[in-house]
């Protein structure tokens, strides 16, 4: 679904509340913004981009997990019963990750899990080249 244009409209709000209520059905959406900060910005950060990073987020701390974990486990590193030592990338990102939950200035908060989720996915293409 793409919405072009939602920072022209006068009134957002009922629009921010469907997309809202279709992204937590599953639906994938693309917002077109000329720039931050104009009007429906604050509820789009906040109900859609927001949650839709931190999903995202999660979904990659969990491959990283597993791509340490497993690439250890078949070069014979480890054994599956000393896993928890394998996963220190993924454990200090996830550790990141919930430090994110403290910041209370939103933009702050939203450059934040930008600069994670970059970082996640650089060390996600290492661990699963390896």
Do not use: Y
């Not at 839709?52 to 491959?63: F, P, S, T, V």
């Not at 597993?66 to 928890?84: F, H, P, T």
């Not at 702050?108 to 699963?128: G, P, V």
Request: aromatic share 4%.
């Amino acid at each position: 679904m793409l919405v072009d244009g939602l920072d022209e409209e006068a009134r957002p709000g009922p629009l921010i509340e469907l997309l809202a209520r279709l992204r937590v059905f599953g639906f994938r959406l693309l917002l077109v913004f000329r720039h931050e900060g104009g009007p429906g910005w604050t509820a789009c950060r906040d109900l859609l981009l927001l949650p839709a990073l931190l999903r995202h987020a999660d979904g990659l701390l969990e491959r990283l997990k597993k791509a340490e974990s497993s690439g250890d486990v078949q070069r014979g590193i480890v054994n599956s019963a000393s896993l928890g030592s394998v996963t220190e990338t993924a454990d200090r990102h996830r550790a990141t990750r919930r430090l994110l939950e403290d910041v209370r200035d939103p933009q702050q908060r939203l450059n934040r899990l930008r600069a994670l989720i970059k970082t996640l996915r650089a060390d996600l293409s290492k661990a699963e080249r390896t």
